[in-house]
């Protein structure tokens, strides 16, 4: 009797253990844009390829865009402690964890995607990368967006147009540092309340992308954008090294292969957001888009090129010097 009854335990033990094998790993992939961005499409690929090649009864991942699950305040730590896989949060909202990725946000230091291509694709790119690593957290990968223009409530023309104005900014110290040299005030907010402090008039303005600008509305609550290309708006998609490393190793192999192609194409639209975007918003004429003349242009480079020579230790001269050189094709 005894006998049987550890049988029937054993057989229920192992029945168990086969419905535990048969849960699929599940990647819950949290952003804050919309999904008609580089990140929101890079995202949803990845996610139809993995389901695709592995089959959502083996991998599964689900994506939460619009800052639904978490912002990228919180985001980070929700990654350490397992609540999602994987996100993606801006290279200006790592700060907590590294201050070595604040390089990217020095302000004129990449000129094109293609020299922002080439430092990340160079030593010093990928050894950023790895900067989180003792922190738990594993770069898989770059995803670009684009550069950055600056919208406000008032035309910005030269640096002396946006003293005095409020800017939102994300929560990067080199940003901050660029704001104040323009005797500026930054104010650090989630992404996700922009449209309404600028909709209110909270603040004055705020520096993004085309696509992030035309996506969310920043537009119609923004009647000037001067088109700047001042900055840079880039990602990182990271995931925590305790569940990556605890995947199985072919698995991890091939998810890594969709992430990656799933890059290439977020970065292809990228490249095309850049310009439709852009359009889109001429078109629609709720905002007027300054361009700058070059002496103009040479009027802000000077105002905030002390930004660079602040935060030379704290991002590494070489790494500074690195990024610079990649602006020049070999
Ligand atoms: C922002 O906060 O402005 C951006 O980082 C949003 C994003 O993820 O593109």
């Known amino acids: 009797m005894r006998l049987l009854m550890s049988a029937v335990a054993a057989t229920g033990f192992m029945f168990t253990a086969a419905i535990a094998q ?5 990647i819950k992939f949290s952003h804050v844009v919309a999904e008609n ?3 929101g499409q890079m995202a949803n690929m990845f996610r139809d390829l993995v389901k695709e090649r592995l ?9 939460y865009p619009n800052s639904q699950l978490f912002n990228d305040n919180n985001v980070l730590q929700a990654v350490l402690l397992g609540d999602v ?3 993606a949060p801006a290279l200006s909202k790592f700060g907590r964890y590294t201050k070595k990725l604040a390089l990217y946000d020095l302000p004129f230091l990449f000129e094109n995607m293609d020299a922002v291509e080439r430092f990340q694709k160079g030593e010093k790119g990928q050894e950023l990368l790895k900067t989180m690593e003792d922190k738990g957290l594993t770069g898989l990968g770059y995803i670009h967006n684009g550069l950055k223009q600056l919208s406000s409530s008032k035309p910005l023309r030269v640096p002396a147009d946006a003293s005095g104005l409020k800017f939102r900014i994300m929560s990067s110290k080199v940003l901050e540092a660029q704001f104040e040299t323009l005797d500026a005030t930054p104010l650090k907010k989630p992404f996700s309340e922009v449209f309404t402090l600028l909709q209110t008039k909270a603040i004055d303005g705020q520096e993004n992308t085309w696509s992030n600008m035309y996506s969310k509305k920043f537009f119609e609550v923004q009647p000037y954008i001067t088109a700047s290309n001042h900055g840079l708006l880039d990602y990182m998609v990271v995931t925590s090294t305790e569940f990556w490393t605890g995947l199985p190793d072919d698995v991890r192999g091939e998810v890594k292969k969709a992430l ?3 890059i290439v194409h977020g970065n292809k639209v990228a490249l095309e957001k850049h310009v439709a975007d852009r359009k889109k918003i001429a078109e629609s004429g709720k905002s007027e888009i300054l361009e700058l003349t070059a002496e103009e242009r040479t009027q802000w480079v000077d105002a905030v090129k002390p930004v660079w020579e602040e935060f030379a230790d704290q991002l590494g001269q070489d790494f500074i010097d ?3 050189a990649s602006n020049k094709a070999e």
């Not at 048969?22 to 599940?26: D, I, K, Q, R, S």
């Not at 089959?55 to 994506?63: M, Y």
């Open 22 to 26: 048969a849960e699929p790993v599940v």
């Open 55 to 63: 089959g959502d009864d083996k991998v599964k991942v689900e994506v």
């Open 260 to 262: 990656d192609e799933a």
């Open 322 to 324: 690195a990024a610079y």
């Open 37 to 39: 961005t580089p990140k």
């Open 85 to 87: 896989q994987m996100a």
